[in-house]
């Protein structure tokens, strides 16, 4: 597989200076928090606004917003689109990508390499036995991009419904309003606040 790869973001990282934070770094007292910059410094070589065939809701209890953190379903539906941003990175920033979603140190995201598409892996997630952690332990591998490989990370299980925080929402809400397509923003939010989901029925090569 390529070093090239499309991360696909549908939550917070939908706004683009959200994203980038989580390449770059941040400092104590930025507008989104402190944050270790990516190993590798590699641009980001392009970006692309598409919708996903995986349906987005909100579950558990994020510390960094307060409320509720956005997940996509591993179940393919096409009646339940996301609108996803995806930004052409390399594998070592996914893997960057993937210890600050789940606040370890590190993960090992090379099972990427042989991951068939519409296919997901359980990511190893040291939890230190804290729930707050390990929350985007699933890989999913979606449709390539430009002849690319294209993933994102969500959650393995499905879990408890929850509401998002009205900062979280106003963030997420910034980066929908920032690709310019034309839909109802606030409807959009309002079907996901309010989706329960409760099973998993993609396939995994590691669960």
Known sequence: MSDRLWYVAYGSN???ERFFVYLTGA?????FGPHPPAP???AVDAERWLWIDHALYFAGVSRRWTGASAFVSLT?????PSLAHAY?????QLAHVASVENVVDSVDTSA???LPIGEWTTLDIDRR???????YDALLRLQDIDGQPAFTLTSSIAREHGEPSSKYLST?????LSAKIDMDVDAYLDAATGRITSTHRGSSSGA
């Open 14 to 16: 939908l706004l683009r």
């Open 27 to 31: 400092e104590d007292g930025s507008e």
């Open 40 to 42: 590798s410094s590699t």
């Open 76 to 80: 393919i539906d096409p009646a339940e």
């Open 88 to 92: 052409l990175i390399d594998s070592v």
């Open 112 to 114: 990427a390499e042989s």
């Open 129 to 135: 036995g804290e729930a707050y952690r390990g929350k």
């Open 172 to 176: 997420i809400r910034r980066g929908l």
